[in-house]
């Protein structure tokens, strides 16, 4: 059984940074790929960016020069540092197991203009 935890999402102004964190529970976290999703109001859910266990990612090309997602897997913990935020990311963020069925819970970031 994994859980997922996520939290740091909040309101913004555009410009502005957060970093939303992912805490994971359950074994072989280091070696799974883990993934931020994000869905707007009215829109499907998105791949944001994804990280293997060995640290290679990838990224929307929206995000691309704006998010970093890192992991730290002494912690069982995954990180989206959102820098240069405008209102087109405003969204509920999720993070996930890609392949496993295991999401988190959600959390909100807002962007204001």
């Known amino acids: 059984q994994v859980q997922l935890v996520e939290s740091g999402g909040g309101l913004v102004q555009a410009g502005g940074s957060l970093r939303l964190s992912c805490a994971a529970s359950?074994?072989?976290?280091?070696?799974?790929?883990m993934a931020w999703y994000r869905q707007a109001p009215g829109k499907q859910r998105e791949l944001v960016a994804s990280?293997?266990?060995?640290?290679?990612?990838n990224y929307v090309d929206s995000v691309k020069g704006r998010f970093t997602i890192s992991r730290d897997n002494a912690k069982k913990t995954m990180y989206l540092q959102m820098n240069s935020l405008k209102p087109d990311d405003t969204a509920l963020y999720y993070c996930t197991q890609p392949g496993t069925g295991y999401w988190g819970q959600g959390t909100q970031v807002t962007v204001s203009s």
């Open positions: 990280i293997t266990g060995v640290g290679q990612t």
């Open positions: 359950g074994t072989f976290f280091s070696v799974r790929t």
